[in-house]
């Protein structure tokens, strides 16, 4: 549907709402959304086992309930904050027992908002994401030539073909000062186990895969596209990477493009390490852990175990659950595109994790996702006892410990 007759159909729209009590189904909004692959949303009978489960019910009224209701009948109000608020956390699909496909149900009304050019108040960052994403492909809108400066002071060369792996970092660690940190660390740590990697630097761009979450499907396939030439010109054949977003789109999205290249998680790739004696934890870390599952690397990608193998051969760490671990991981709010968004204060996931990381006496909270850490780290300094709580990335702890 292009933007003219999307026009046309919300301002007839309107006019209906305004005469007529009973509204018959709207053929093109159900179309756009077939189209887009969000078509099991048919299947749904109310049954609000999904509404019971989101984490949006923890902190305020959601129902993705009623938004695929609305949907059946082509009402669904596109000004409305609501669509914008799934974190695809991949928490509902797995209790649904019809099968709708809530995720990419909600993807495609936001692919109608894209295109329609509408964004309520908390969403309009994302313009700005978006111009740094096509400008300098990165959302801080960072310059692309400054991609590779987290490596200062550190022997990572860039990748050049029969290089075993590529490193790619990912634009928090690459950017972000408080993200920069694991990049290092994970370099570090490649280095010592003697493993031989390179880097793409400049020639690197964002994966693209919460640009895509937030309806921007263009603007992906253009980023994916530039990230897949790039592999195939530098001859790259096994990926490591350090955000389970950057795995998920490499692994499940990216062959929509009909390629495949290996990808692995650094959580899998410490163990793969430490497994075949390349890496050595020769310190002690003495420490009361709890481990945070991120929704891309659990719940999308079922990688609930390496991570906590590692910890485990820590010595001196002891690693404790939290409630919500695992297929129930509580989501820290950063998915979706969410990361981008403005979600008030009393309605962050991250804060109630934090508790939940402080109720079992934890005094590291440790994850491997760099839109956890960054929530993570912006809830612990606005929270009351916060600073009792250390965030560490899995790579941040290795580190200290070889
Ligand atoms: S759990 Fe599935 S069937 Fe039940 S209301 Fe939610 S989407 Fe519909
Ligand atoms: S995917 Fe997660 S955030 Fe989105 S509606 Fe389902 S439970 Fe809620």
């Given at each position: 549907?292009?933007?003219?007759?999307?026009?046309?159909?919300y301002?007839?729209?309107?006019?209906?709402q305004?005469?007529?009590?009973?509204?018959?189904?709207?053929?093109?909004?159900?179309?756009?959304i077939?189209?887009?692959?969000?078509?099991?949303?048919?299947?749904?009978?109310?049954?609000?086992?999904?509404?019971?489960?989101?984490?949006?019910?923890?902190?305020?009224?959601?129902?993705?309930?009623?938004?695929?209701?609305?949907?059946?009948?082509?009402l669904?109000?596109?000004?409305?904050?609501?669509?914008?608020?799934?974190?695809?956390?991949?928490?509902?699909?797995?209790?649904?027992?019809?099968?709708?496909?809530?995720?990419?149900?909600?993807?495609s009304?936001?692919?109608?908002?894209?295109?329609?050019?509408?964004f309520?108040?908390?969403?309009?960052?994302?313009?700005?994401?978006?111009?740094?994403?096509?400008?300098?492909?990165?959302?801080?809108?960072?310059?692309?030539?400054?991609?590779?400066?987290?490596?200062?002071?550190?022997?990572?060369?860039?990748?050049?073909?029969?290089?075993?792996?590529?490193?790619?970092?990912?634009?928090?660690?690459?950017?972000?000062?408080?993200?920069?940190?694991?990049?290092?660390?994970?370099?570090?740590?490649?280095?010592?186990?003697?493993?031989?990697f390179?880097?793409?630097?400049e020639?690197?761009?964002?994966?693209?895969?919460?640009?895509?979450?937030?309806?921007?499907?263009?603007?992906?396939?253009?980023?994916?596209?530039?990230?897949?030439?790039?592999?195939?010109?530098?001859?790259v054949?096994?990926?490591?990477?350090?955000?389970?977003?950057?795995?998920?789109?490499?692994?499940?999205?990216?062959?929509?493009?009909?390629?495949?290249?290996?990808?692995?998680?650094?959580?899998?790739?410490?163990?793969?390490?430490?497994?075949?004696?390349?890496l050595?934890?020769?310190?002690?870390?003495?420490?009361?852990?709890?481990?945070?599952?991120?929704?891309?690397?659990?719940?999308?990608?079922?990688?609930?175990?390496?991570?906590?193998?590692?910890?485990?051969?820590?010595?001196?760490?002891v690693?404790?659950?939290?409630?919500?671990?695992?297929?129930?991981?509580?989501?820290?709010?950063?998915?979706?595109?969410?990361?981008?968004?403005?979600?008030?204060?009393?309605?962050?996931?991250?804060?109630?994790?934090?508790?939940?990381?402080?109720g079992?006496?934890?005094?590291?909270?440790?994850?491997?996702?760099?839109?956890?850490?960054?929530?993570?780290e912006?809830?612990?300094?606005?929270?009351?006892?916060?600073?009792?709580l250390?965030?560490?990335?899995?790579?941040?702890i290795i580190?200290?410990?070889?």
């Amino acid at each position: 549907m292009n933007q003219e007759t999307l026009k046309n159909h919300y301002g007839e729209r309107r006019e209906l709402q305004k005469t007529v009590e009973t509204v018959a189904p709207y053929k093109e909004i159900i179309d756009v959304i077939k189209e887009s692959g969000g078509e099991a949303f048919k299947l749904c009978y109310q049954c609000g086992l999904c509404d019971t489960v989101c984490p949006w019910n923890r902190v305020r009224a959601f129902s993705i309930r009623r938004i695929i209701r609305e949907a059946t009948f082509g009402l669904t109000e596109i000004e409305s904050e609501d669509i914008w608020r799934c974190t695809t956390c991949g928490r509902c699909p797995q209790e649904c027992p019809r099968g709708v496909e809530q995720i990419e149900l909600g993807v495609s009304l936001r692919r109608i908002a894209t295109e329609y050019g509408v964004f309520p108040a908390p969403v309009k960052p994302i313009r700005t994401i978006s111009a740094g994403l096509v400008a300098q492909g990165n959302p801080f809108g960072e310059e692309r030539n400054n991609r590779a400066q987290w490596t200062e002071g550190l022997s990572v060369q860039p990748f050049t073909e029969g290089m075993d792996i590529l490193y790619f970092p990912g634009c928090y660690p690459s950017y972000d000062p408080r993200l920069k940190k694991v990049a290092r660390a994970t370099a570090t740590i490649l280095t010592k186990a003697g493993v031989n990697f390179g880097i793409l630097g400049e020639k690197e761009s964002c994966c693209g895969e919460s640009i895509r979450k937030t309806g921007d499907e263009e603007l992906f396939k253009r980023l994916a596209k530039e990230n897949i030439r790039t592999f195939i010109d530098s001859g790259v054949k096994r990926i490591l990477v350090s955000s389970p977003h950057c795995y998920h789109t490499f692994k499940n999205e990216y062959p929509e493009f009909m390629v495949n290249f290996e990808v692995i998680h650094i959580s899998q790739y410490l163990f793969e390490l430490i497994d075949k004696g390349r890496l050595e934890l020769t310190k002690e870390y003495r420490k009361n852990i709890t481990y945070h599952d991120p929704c891309y690397l659990g719940r999308h990608n079922g990688i609930y175990d390496e991570p906590r193998e590692v910890l485990k051969k820590i010595p001196g760490l002891v690693l404790d659950e939290m409630p919500d671990s695992r297929e129930d991981s509580l989501c820290c709010g950063g998915g979706g595109g969410r990361i981008w968004m403005e979600t008030p204060k009393g309605e962050r996931f991250s804060d109630l994790r934090l508790e939940q990381a402080m109720g079992v006496g934890a005094e590291v909270l440790v994850t491997c996702c760099p839109y956890c850490i960054t929530n993570f780290e912006d809830s612990r300094i606005n929270m009351e006892g916060g600073e009792s709580l250390e965030i560490k990335d899995i790579t941040e702890i290795i580190q200290e410990v070889i």
